[in-house]
């Protein structure tokens, strides 16, 4: 089925109108996702901060508790 030229013109109207509400919409979209991960990315980092800091620490103990038994045995 071809399409008209009345229905073409309707068409390209129809676009044009709401191309500057699409371009918004998209802008809008894309700035809250941008803000969402910022704050993903925020909390991720601050998480895996707690989590390099327990491993650490961890670590830290063990290797002590290993000296000490050392230091013990001798």
Do not use: G
Request: with cysteine.
């Amino acid at each position: 089925m071809k399409t008209t030229e009345y229905q073409r013109e309707y068409q390209k109207k129809y676009r044009e109108k709401n191309r500057d509400k699409l371009n918004q919409r998209s802008r809008e979209y894309a700035e809250q996702h941008r803000e969402e991960m910022k704050e993903y990315c925020r909390e991720y980092r601050k998480a895996n901060k707690e989590r390099v800091y327990a491993y650490e620490t961890e670590r830290r103990r063990k290797n002590k508790e290993k000296r000490l038994s050392v230091n013990n045995n001798t």
